[in-house]
């Protein structure tokens, strides 16, 4: 199956000035945002920009063909590659990145990194890092369910602002997971006057929002700007409320494994489209939403609170560091769930159970009727070949509820038995 790394080899000799911008490039940016571009590429406020060819050199010189950190995650181990494959080709080399910001605060819980990606002096691409390895990170996506907005999403609309405002020329947004999301949110917070300048936002497999933020009168204003993709069995870009139609693409990844883009099929110069998403995605689309709602505000921020305190209670401050010494970790998460207030772990516990409650009851429901369908698809079948219905044991009749027309033996005994009697009153009289 082909992915944006054949997408280089395809069009990878065709500049930006032969063919324009589309939904694959997007993506290519939105994954090149995720790289440690410190003390390569210019940052926010500073003059000057370096090209993708030129900063491939320098980051190769600092880190050879790896990353800075060695990850366990397989997505974030194959950036690298799409770097060097990208940075080799006529169609990005050329591309200026600049105005480079990465925040982390682990306080705070906020994680927020972007890079501008200028195609040439009037286009350029805002591209807007999803969540990294960073725990800080991933708590925040969770407050997302609850919060109106999370600091990642107001410094992204201050950042687009400036950007806005200090470059000539138009603009596309787009990031991946919850950079997808920053770059929807930082497009609606903008000035009708500045969302002119804004040619597309694409959102790949991010995160929805909170229903304020779809009904306002900047989201509505670009709606029809918004690209949002998502992999048949989507989880993340499915979450919480969206006000945009979303393509589904084809991925060869199993389940989660799809929200890594870089498995995401592709056609040149579009992704694969499917019909839409697997009956997994939709039944814990569906199990989540019925569980969120049955969760005040409140009720969310205690229990994000409650499941960080005891992953950081391990002191890990990333994802890598909790695979790291798993036994000596579980044991401390242990403790820490033993030692939690009595509230606290009763609160834990009962949302939890919520969700399980919710999830069973989905997939039962999904179950119940995938059976009646396959009852009705049988008794359909048999109805029209009537020499297979005779021959149906009663075991599967009964199996899938089909009413078969079969020989009454009863009621041919009993009308028998009454042309005899009536025969003998005949001979009597």
Same mark, same amino acid.
């Given at each position: ?7 280089? %080899? ?36 500073? @003059? ?10 320098? *980051? ?50 906020? !994680? ?36 109106? @907005?999370?600091?990642? !999403? ?13 470059? !000539?020329?138009?603009? *596309?947004?787009?990031?991946? +997971? ?11 917070? /903008? ?18 929002? /909170? ?5 306002? @009168? ?21 979450? $919480? ?69 005891? =992953? ?15 036994? +000596? ?10 030692? /939690? ?6 609160? $834990?516990?009962? =949302? $939890? ?62 009308? $028998?038995?009454?042309?005899?009697? %009536? ?7």
């Amino acid at each position: 199956m082909n992915n944006i790394f054949d997408y280089l %080899d395809w069009r990878g000799d065709l500049t930006f000035q032969q063919d324009d911008l589309n939904e694959v490039d997007s993506l290519i940016f939105s994954v090149l945002a995720y790289l440690e571009f410190s003390g390569i590429v210019p940052g926010e406020g500073d @003059e000057g920009a370096i090209s993708l060819e030129e900063a491939c050199e320098v *980051y190769r010189g600092i880190y050879g063909d790896k990353l800075p950190v060695e990850l366990n995650n397989p997505f974030f181990r194959e950036i690298p590659k799409l770097f060097f494959k990208a940075a080799s080709s006529n169609r990005f080399k050329g591309t200026q990145l600049s105005s480079y910001i990465n925040l982390v605060d682990h306080e705070l819980s906020n !994680q927020f990194s972007a890079t501008v990606f200028s195609l040439d002096e009037e286009k350029h691409f805002i591209a807007f890092r999803g969540t990294d390895n960073t725990l800080a990170g991933w708590k925040e996506d969770l407050q997302m369910s609850f919060r109106d @907005e999370v600091k990642a !999403q107001r410094d992204a609309v201050l950042y687009t602002r400036k950007i806005m405002e200090n470059y !000539q020329g138009r603009f *596309y947004l787009g990031g991946h +997971s919850k950079g997808g999301n920053l770059a929807v949110y930082a497009g609606a917070a /903008m000035k009708p006057e500045l969302q002119d300048w804004i040619i597309g936002v694409y959102n790949n497999d991010g995160p929805g929002f /909170m229903s304020h933020v779809i009904e306002g @009168e900047g989201y509505q204003r670009i709606l029809q700007r918004i690209h949002t993709f998502v992999p048949k069995s989507s989880v993340v870009g499915i979450l $919480l409320e969206h006000g945009e139609e979303f393509i589904t693409v084809n991925s060869n990844g199993l389940s989660f494994m799809q929200h890594n883009p870089l498995l995401w099929e592709v056609k040149g110069k579009h992704f694969v489209y499917e019909k839409g998403l697997t009956k997994g995605s939709k039944n814990l689309n569906t199990a989540v939403r019925l569980w969120l709602n049955q969760l005040s505000m409140e009720e969310r921020a205690e229990f994000v609170d409650a499941l960080f305190d005891i =992953v950081q209670a391990t002191g890990a401050m990333t994802v890598n560091d909790l695979s790291q010494n798993k036994l +000596s970790l579980a044991n401390d998460m242990i403790k820490s769930y033993k030692n /939690m207030n009595p509230v606290a772990k009763d609160h $834990l516990k009962n =949302v $939890l159970k919520k969700f399980f409650e919710k999830s069973q009851q989905v997939w039962l429901s999904s179950l119940e009727k995938d059976v009646a369908s396959l009852g009705e698809g049988v008794a359909s079948f048999i109805a029209r070949t009537p020499k297979i219905g005779k021959r149906v044991a009663p075991p599967i009749r009964s199996l899938v509820g089909l009413n078969i027309n079969k020989p009454d033996i009863s009621a041919k005994k009993d009308e $028998l038995a009454k042309k005899d009697r %009536d025969k003998r009153s005949i001979d009597e009289k």
